[in-house]
């Protein structure tokens, strides 16, 4: 039986032995220098993400309307072995909105209803709230509507149609905050819009948008997942970072979420909003302006963070259900695009997308840092023959610190 200070050294031991398993695995590749090969310096980046574990999924980069990186890595459905590839649909989560938004914008392009008209025109179970009847099409747009996110308000939304939404919000109404009054990120306010949508077109949220964008811009592989029918065995399939299926549930309730695209498809998607192929060019500019507060300020438009950065416009979106990601990113100085799809829980997106700007601006980037998960699965999955030459290394580096401890031990019983 071991006394308890060789307990402690040896429970040290292994710590320790784990932490210089990661140093060693790492070190050299925390800070990268960017050579001028742009897209080999990205693949490096990516390569060594996959090997992470920090990436799952596929990644698109392009400059000037040219594709200067497309590749994929790891697997759409772990269940099957089937890889992941540019051309596999995967949820985009948020990123739906600023395909809500866009279809928005064309049924008023078409005068068939106006921005600053009121919610309660096209959802008349609203007419007699007070809260909204001021609501606008444009607070909705621009998430200044006052309507908090699903979970601020305790709705369960897993489940919910359009009519459970609309009865659900006006039970909350006393949590809703004056229309225009500051940005608040608001999940319901694109639902209603995907609502709205439906009422004024006639059509289902899907079939507006394949027949009026998707078809349009040449987005084959891109759908609106409101039936199981929807999915086939091209698709990626959502999981956790533990590995567990996390899949989500056909919609309900679509415009805030609910798209299932590729990197080639969003690629397609940006090139259009270049051109008037859709809307006119001045519609754009309208939707690339932050919406107006009283309080604070916003940097967000028509389904659009917005940066400015020194007069140059950088646009972006981020998704999130289930076990997918998803990432779009649009510089318009130069047309740099950033877009990324994964399937297996958080992915460090922000981060990643840092790295491959500063690549393409010929600086250096700094990996993104790995989660408890990601070092805990590295572990998991390196030979047993590494773990023991790092953890001989570790005794031999510990055991004068070891034989101290284990003396101070001695001397403070005696």
Known sequence: MWNHPTRVWAKALWWTASLLLTVLLTWCAEVQAAPPDRANEIDKLMSTLFERGQFNGAVLVAEKGEI??????????FQTGSDFTPETPSDIGSVTKQFTAMAIMILAERNKLGYEDSVSKYIPEFSSSA???????RHLLTHTSGIPDYG?????????DQKGLIAALL???EALARPGLKYRYSNPGYALLGIVLERVSGERFGDFLEQEIFKPVGMSNTFVYDSHGKKNERKAIGYSQ?????????????????????VDDLSEWDRALYTEKLVPQSALVEAFSPGKVEQGVSTYGFGWNIVNESGNKYLWHQGNHAGFRAFIGRRLTGRVTVIML?????SKRLDINAAI????????????????????????STPNWIIALVTAGAVFGLVGLGRKCCDRAKTRKL
């Open 68 to 77: 200067i990186y497309r590749k994929a890595f790891g697997k759409a459905n």
């Open 131 to 137: 809260h909204f009847s001021k609501i606008t099409l």
């Open 152 to 160: 601020d308000l305790g709705i369960d939304d897993s489940g919910l």
């Open 171 to 173: 039970k909350r109404e």
């Open 242 to 262: 533990s590995g567990e299926v996390d899949d989500g549930d056909p919609t309900a309730i679509p415009g805030d979420g609910g798209i299932y695209s590729t």
């Open 342 to 346: 994964t399937n297996k829980g958080n």
């Open 357 to 380: 700007q500063n690549i393409l601006a010929g600086k250096p980037y700094v990996l993104p840092e790995r989660s408890a998960a990601a070092l805990k699965e590295l572990l998991a």
